[in-house]
């Protein structure tokens, strides 16, 4: 999102092995320096199992490192594809 209201889904976090759910997703972005980012997620698992138990027990962290030129590309996709008012 370039606005924090209109989106455009790329894609969505996979369960991690012996996990049947995620859920609750939630990003931050932290700055390294020199047009260069690491972007993280967090989220909760479900606990599952049988009889399926919905409730949440842990709760996990994914990250990779972004540049510049990454960021151009997804701004670009953005602006072609945002709503306009």
């Known amino acids: 999102s ?16 012996g996990w049947p759910a995620t859920h609750g997703p939630e990003a931050f972005v932290e700055p390294l320096g020199d047009g260069k980012w690491r972007i ?10 049988e009889p399926y138990d919905y409730r949440y027990d842990r709760i996990r962290c994914m990250w990779r490192d972004v540049d510049e030129a990454e960021l151009t590309r997804y701004r670009r996709l953005l602006e072609a594809t945002s709503v306009q008012p």
Do not use: H, T
């Open 2 to 17: 370039l606005d924090g209201q209109n989106w455009l889904l790329l894609g969505y976090v996979e369960p991690e092995d």
């Open 40 to 49: 993280y997620v967090n989220y909760g698992c479900q606990r599952g199992g």
